[in-house]
């Protein structure tokens, strides 16, 4: 079955600075890869997703990409927020009824 | 409002005892979910639902039992032969399985001891 590989687990930016977070999966059919945040005391909570005929996708300060090729995809926030500090999970999935794989997650925090 | 309903936010078991914990939406979506999230290990698959009366095994379902009986409704039972069950459990719904947004509830955290 996939499996979803994602570093680092811990990541700490200044506030200003990028970030990124790396993904790789190992079953070449999946093609849909999306990105999940999660608050202190929350569920996560879809951010972006990118399906596998884009290469990239952007949404204000955050874009994913994905090299089909390599099979691993990433995450970018630029302009880091304090708001930013969270667990992001990456997650893939193929077509039809098969459900998500996630990342293990990684904690983001952005010091002020 | 339109989302999922976990309760209750906080449980405590003694070690050898069954507990349900409880999933509820509104928001018309067929398929739902349930997940473990342990510290470092990510969300885990324990069961899920793509319609009412059927339900699939996920990656971690040995000691888990799941019932669809109402679109709305999935709850999860923790049974006494689960032999780590002190961890944080999250529900979640999508209007379908596999490639569609999953819509999460607050999450239970689960204390067995």
């Known amino acids: 079955g996939e499996n979803v590989e994602q570093h680092p687990s811990t990541l700490s930016v200044q506030e200003g600075d990028s970030a990124v977070i790396k993904c790789t999966y190992s079953?070449?059919?999946?093609?849909?890869f999306p990105w999940y945040k999660q608050e202190l005391g929350k569920g996560p909570q879809l951010i972006i997703d990118?399906?596998?005929?884009?290469g990239e996708k952007k949404d204000q300060r955050i874009a994913v990409t994905l090299n089909k090729t390599a099979k691993h995809f990433s995450l970018h926030i630029t302009e880091t927020q304090p708001e930013d500090s969270a667990v992001y999970f990456c997650a893939a999935s193929k077509s039809g009824n098969t459900p998500l794989v996630f990342g293990k997650g990684t904690r983001l925090s952005v010091i002020a | 409002d339109g989302g999922i309903t976990q309760s209750p936010k906080y449980l405590f078991r003694k070690e050898g005892q069954n507990v349900t914990l409880s999933c509820e939406q509104n928001?018309?979506?067929?398929?739902m979910y349930w997940y473990r999230q342990d510290p470092g290990q990510g969300l885990r698959l324990i069961y899920y639902s793509q319609i009412v009366n059927d339900f699939q095994k996920g990656d971690i379902a040995e000691g888990y039992s799941v019932s669809r009986e109402k679109k709305e409704s999935f709850p999860l039972t923790v049974t006494s032969a689960q032999k780590n069950p002190t961890a944080f459990y999250l529900c979640a719904s999508s209007i379908g399985t596999g490639q569609y947004e999953q819509y999460f509830g607050p999450g239970t955290r689960l204390t067995v001891t």
């Open positions: 990118i399906r596998s005929n884009v």
């Open positions: 928001l018309n979506h067929d398929a």
């Open positions: 079953d070449s059919a999946s093609n849909y």
